[in-house]
């Protein structure tokens, strides 16, 4: 028997499961979906135990694909909503799940949608969030999730190793930078291992990692987390540049951000990946005031400029 295949007896699907179902489906994997199906049992029970899932929990599953992972869940978990951008995936999937385990099937919600539209979810308010995250939204994908869903009280993904480094790093490390911050907001992050490639098809150049987030309370702080994430932004927008010179556009000058600076008592020739998500904050809290100039020119003189919007979190 092919090593990664489950056991005769179980009903997740393996290697020649997957591939005899995507040829029926006519489902060819794609690079801008991020499609790489997973074909191993024993790895996406590693992940379900990983993520300590238990009966008490309901489930969301970013990126089911063909359901191997979503399998695996709900051989453990209370309920499980899986969150499908592809239509042809997601309308054969309840009848994977129907054939597989139709115990369970009644457990089991589907969301036709891109997860970063998603705002709310059938069933249960999700404990966990569990997902195959396809590499180029991983960043984005999780941290929507994270702030739509406060229920969410742990999280475990699978990410390409380098996004993983970058999501667990602490400051001071080479590849601390905003994933590592942002993440940090909702939970303390770390490391839960390594996937080999082989366990998927097609297989990724690329290796894989794990991830495990444990939700706790943000830092205590007058500033909003949209205010502190901007300064967070500002500080890895040009990443070998001080503080002082990192923030001074946020601040208004090199001079007002170094004003935020010591207010917050933060050295300003430092740079941002020597920081914690809470010095952010305390950044945060400490920008000056924008002065007003005392007679603005009037509609007709002058056409307001568009409000500034911070950089994105997919950095």
């Not at 309308?91 to 997860?115: E, G, N, Q, Y």
């Not at 400490?286 to 500034?308: L, R, W």
Request: aromatic residues 4%; hydrophobic residues 45%.
């Amino acid at each position: 028997m092919s090593t990664t295949d489950p056991t005769p007896d179980s009903n997740l699907l393996g290697a020649s499961d997957i591939r005899e179902l995507a040829a029926a489906l006519g489902v060819k994997p794609t690079k801008q979906r991020g499609q790489n199906f997973v074909i191993d049992g024993n790895t996406v029970r590693r992940i379900v135990r990983a993520a300590d899932v238990t009966g008490e929990d309901a489930v969301v599953e970013v990126g089911p694909g063909l359901g191997s992972l979503t399998l695996a869940l709900l051989e453990v978990a209370s309920h499980v909503t899986a969150v499908e951008i592809d239509p042809l995936l997601a309308r054969h999937l309840p009848t994977t799940i129907a054939a597989r385990m139709p115990a369970r099937a009644k457990d089991f919600d589907l969301v036709l949608s891109d997860a970063m539209d998603v705002t709310e979810l059938p069933g249960p308010p999700p404990t966990a969030l569990v997902a195959n995250l396809p590499y180029n939204v991983a960043v984005p994908v999780l941290l929507h999730m994270l702030a739509t869903f406060p229920s969410i009280e742990r999280t475990l993904v699978m990410v390409q190793s380098e996004v993983a480094d970058r999501l667990a790093a602490k400051p001071g490390n080479k590849v601390y930078g905003v994933p590592s911050v942002k993440a940090n907001w909702y939970a303390e992050v770390k490391r839960s291992g390594a996937i080999g490639r082989n366990v998927f098809w097609p297989a990724p150049n690329v290796d894989s990692g794990l991830v495990s987030l444990i939700r706790r309370e943000p830092p205590k702080t007058t500033a909003s987390r949209k205010e502190v994430f901007a300064v967070v932004d500002a500080a890895f927008a040009q990443r070998r540049k001080t503080l002082r010179a990192a923030l001074a556009g946020w601040a208004g000058s090199p001079a007002a951000a170094e004003q935020a600076l010591a207010g917050a008592g933060i050295d300003h020739t430092l740079r941002g990946e020597m920081l914690t998500v809470e010095q952010f904050a305390a950044i945060a809290e400490h920008k000056p005031a924008q002065h007003q100039p005392a007679e603005p020119k009037t509609a007709a003189e002058h056409e307001p400029a568009a409000e500034h919007e911070p950089a994105g979190e997919a950095q």
